[in-house]
């Protein structure tokens, strides 16, 4: 099973909100990410997890907040966006290891709109 | 600098003709090299990767890869193109040693016309 569950599937927010997107896996990957997508753009790296911790912050505005509860669980906190943050959020998740030939497996994203 | 090139926006066949949606890398050292396929309004889903061995890689859905280290090239190929194959394509490589970047091109538009 090479499953990543992403909810919500949509979420509409206001500017001054506050909410989250979760992310779960069962395959036993040790390495989740999140991922940001513009329409027909390739996904853009936004955070690694990598056995819970925080290994890569690709300069991400600190009003997007991330957290990994445990090795299954990863949740994207969302606060005070603007509308050019809408976009697909994608979570991914693989096996952590030396070996950089680990596959990463994607989720179906929640679509984000910012009013 | 690693960076993966997808030449063509977009790629137009009949159904049941071959198709060719091409990738050009630059990486130091070997890299690793992956195909994702995304249908509308889903997320990308795996299609095949190159590690080492064989340079003819067979992946899902009939697709398969070339590598051609030579050409720095892994162009993603199926012998008769369905209508459902349309959607977008991209390919991403990624170095040895860079555990978890995956750096992906700007991604191919596959058009299957009936």
């Known amino acids: 099973d090479t499953e990543v569950t992403q909810t919500p599937k949509h979420l509409v927010m206001g500017m001054t909100n506050k909410k989250s997107l979760k992310c779960e896996q069962h395959?036993?990957?040790?390495?989740m990410y999140w991922y940001k997508q513009k329409a027909k753009k390739p996904p853009e790296l936004m955070f690694v997890y990598s056995y819970e911790k925080l290994s890569i912050n690709e300069s991400v505005p600190s009003r997007f907040s991330p957290e990994c509860p445990n090795s299954s669980l990863l949740n994207l906190h969302l606060h005070a966006l603007q509308p050019e943050d809408s976009a697909l959020y994608l979570c991914?998740?693989?096996?952590?290891?030396?070996?950089?030939?680990?596959?990463?497996?994607f989720g179906e994203g929640s679509w984000l709109t910012v009013v | 600098a690693q960076s993966v090139a997808q030449p063509e926006d977009q790629v137009n066949v009949a159904e049941g003709n071959p198709l060719t949606v091409k990738c050009t890398y630059s990486v130091s050292g070997n890299p690793y090299l992956f195909w994702y396929v995304q249908y509308p309004n889903r997320g990308l889903q795996f299609l095949l990767k190159?590690?080492?061995?064989?340079?003819l890689v067979k992946g899902s859905y009939g697709f398969e890869a070339e590598f051609n280290k030579s050409q720095t090239s892994f162009h993603l190929k199926k012998p008769s193109a369905l209508v459902s194959d349309s959607a977008l394509y991209f390919c991403a490589v990624r170095a040895r040693g860079a555990t978890n970047k995956l750096i992906f091109g700007t991604g191919t538009l596959l058009a299957v016309q009936p």
């Open positions: 991914a998740s693989s096996p952590q290891g030396k070996e950089s030939g680990n596959t990463i497996y």
């Open positions: 190159y590690i080492t061995g064989d340079n």
């Open positions: 395959m036993g990957h040790r390495a």
